[in-house]
C-alpha cells in the first residue's frame, strides 16, 4: 500500500468525509477549494466555547429567573404559611370539643361538635383497611414524595378531557396538610402552601406515622374526625374490628364526607364503595372472592348513626353556640347539663307545628317560632321552626320581626314613668304628626278612653300620642334597660307602632321584667359543664336581679295587661288562670305575636312566613294566642293556680267626670282583636329620624 492510499485511509472522517491535510475544513476541502489547506479545528473549538458561555449565561439566567420566581412565590403565597409544630405538638394538638348535652332531668339530649375515637396505629388494624384509604385516595403513597407530579399530570388530563374538575392530584400528605393547617379554600396560593407544608410534614414524620395521622383526622360527614370515630358512630364498633365491606365504604366518605354521609346518602356511598373495591382488586391486594363478597354484604349502620335531634335539633344550636362563649374552641370534651324541660318542649314543639299546619292554608301562615322561660329566667322551651330538619334557622333566636302592638307596653310603661295614670284619659281620634296619619282598624275611633282601656284594645292613635308625650328617646332607653338591644338610641315615632324589628327571645325576656315587678334577669340555657372526667368547669349562680323598672309602675302595668287577656284584644289566650299579655300584627300582616306570663311562666310566640309574604289577615289574637294558650295550659298542668302577690294597690284616680264617658267607652270595635299597627313608612316623618325597616303601609291591619 502506497502511502498515498495510506495518507487517504488516514484522512476519512466519521461522517464518511475524506480531507486531504491537516489544515481541511469540516467539508474535507482546502482554502483554496481543491481540498488543501489548514485545519479549522481551532475554529471548530472557538466555536464550541462561544456556545458554552451562551449556554453558561443562559443557565445563569434561568437561575436567576428561577431565584426570582421563588422570591416572588414566597413573597406572595408563603409569607404567611402556617408554622408547622413540633412533632409532639402535632400529635397532642388541640381540636374542638365534643359536647354531650342533657336536659333539666339528667337525660342525654344530643351529642354535638367532632365525634373522636381513639388513635389508630397501622400495626392494629387488618391490612385491607389502610390498603382501602390508598385505594380511594393515593395508591402510589408509598412510592412517591410529598407531592406526587404523575398524579396532578393525570389529573390536569382528566380535568381538562371531562371540561371541569373530576379528579384531584394532592397527596395523602397534602391533604393532611390542608385539613390541619390551611383553609378549603380553592385557589392557587393554597395549592402552594399545601405542597410546601406536605414537604415539611414528609421530612418530619415516617410515610407510615403520616397515615397514620391522616387516618385520625380525616373527616367522614356527622361531625365525626378519625377512622375510630366514624366506626364507632357508624358501626358502633373500634376500626381494628371493620370487615373489608365497611372499611372500603368508610374509604368512600372523604371525597364527599357531608354529601355522602351515610346517615343520608348511603346509595352514593355504596358506589364509591364498588370504585374502591375494583381499585384494590386492580392492584392485587384482594382477591376477586373477596371483593365479590364484600359488594354482596354492605353494611348495617348502627342505630346511633340514625338518631335524629328533631325538635331539640334549634335549642342544641343555640346551647352549643353559649356553651363555647363560654369555655372556648380548645376546650376538652364535655358534659353539658342544660334548663331544657322536656315534657314543655315536646309540648311546645307539637303545638306550635299542629296549630300552624291545621290553621296554615286558611291563615297563610307557614311559620312559627317559641321562647318560654321560668320565673328565674331558665329556658324551658325554644323552638325555632315548624321543622329542624328543613330549616336550621333558629327564628325564636336569629330572626329579626317587627313585634306591632306587642311593643306597645313599652310604650305605656315608658308614660308611667312620665306621670301617666291607667285611669288616666286620653282621646281616640285621627291623629296627624308631619305626613304621618295613623290609624286604627277599620277607621273607627272611640273618642275618650282611660289609657287602661286604650291598651286592653289596642288603640293605635292612643298609642303614638302617649309616645309624642314621652318622647323617642325615652321610650329606647326604657326598651334598653328591659334587654331589647335592636333600638337606635333616637328612633322615630314609630316605635310606638312596633316598627323596629326585634328578636323573639328579647322581647319575652322583656316581657319578664314586668313578671318580676321591675326587675331584669338574663335568660340561660346552660346550667352546668363539666369535663368528661366529672371537673365542673361552670355552674350557674342565679345572681341578683337588675332592677329595671320600679314596682308601682310594674304593678299598674300588669293589670292592664292583664285586661287585654280577659276582656281586651287578647281574650283567646286566656286559659283560666291570672296572665297578663299583649297581641302584636306587624304591617301588611306579615307577623303575628303573642306575648304573655303567669306568675310561673312567659312565654313568647311568633307565627309567620320567611320570605316575609302577607298572612290572611292573620292576627297576633287569633292562631300566636291560640298557640300560646295550649302551651300554658300544658306548663301550668299540676300546678296551683297563683295570683302575682306583689301587685300593689292602684293610687286612686284623678279627673273630671265627663258625661261623654260613658258614651264613648261604649263605643268598642265590632271585633274586640281587630287593630291594625300601620307603622309609617321612612318618608312620612322627613323630620324624624327614618327606622331601621319599615314598609309602606297604607292599608290598617287589625291586631
Known sequence: MTDENNDSNRAKTSFGQRRTGPRADLTGKSPDGKGGGRDRRPRLWAILKWLGVILAVLVAAGLIAAVAAWNHVSETYLQDLPQVPTRQEIYASTRAPAIKFYDMNGRFIASRGPQYGENVRLAALPDYVPKAFLAAEDRRFYHHGAVDPWAIARAARANHKAGRVVEGGSTITQQLAKGMFLSPAQNLKRKIQEAALAYRLEQMLTKDEVLELYLDRIYFGANTFGLDGASRTYFGKPAAQLNLSEAALLASLPKAPSRMALHRNMDKALQRQRLVLERMRGENWISDAEMRAAMAAPPKLAATALANEGDNGYLIDYAQAEVLKMVGENSPDLNVTLTIDP???????QVLRRIIEVDGKASGASQGAMVALDSTGAIRTMVGGVDYTRS????????????????????YAAALEKGVLPSDTRVDEPVKIGDWEPKNYGGKYAGTVTVESALARSLNTVAVRLGQEVGAPAIANLAGRFGITTLPANPNLSVSLGAYEVPLIEMTSAYQVFQQAGNRITPYIVAQIQTTDGQVVYTHQTSSPVPAYDIHWASMMVKMMQKVVTQGTGTRANF?????????????????????????????????????RPMNQVTGGQVAAAIWKDYMVTAHMNLPSREFEWLLPDPEPVYEDDPRNSFYEGLAYEFEDAERDAAPPPQYLPQLPAPDVVEPAPEPAPN
Open 343 to 349: 315534657r314543655l318542649q315536646a309540648a311546645g314543639a
Open 392 to 411: 336550621v334557622f333558629n327564628r325564636a333566636v336569629q330572626a329579626r320581626r317587627q313585634p306591632g302592638s306587642s311593643f306597645k307596653p313599652f310604650i
Open 576 to 612: 283560666g288562670r291570672p296572665a297578663a299579655g299583649k297581641t302584636g300584627t306587624s304591617q301588611n300582616w306579615r307577623d303575628a305575636w303573642f306575648i304573655g306570663f303567669t306568675p310561673d311562666y312567659v312565654a313568647g310566640v311568633w307565627v309567620g312566613n320567611d320570605d316575609d
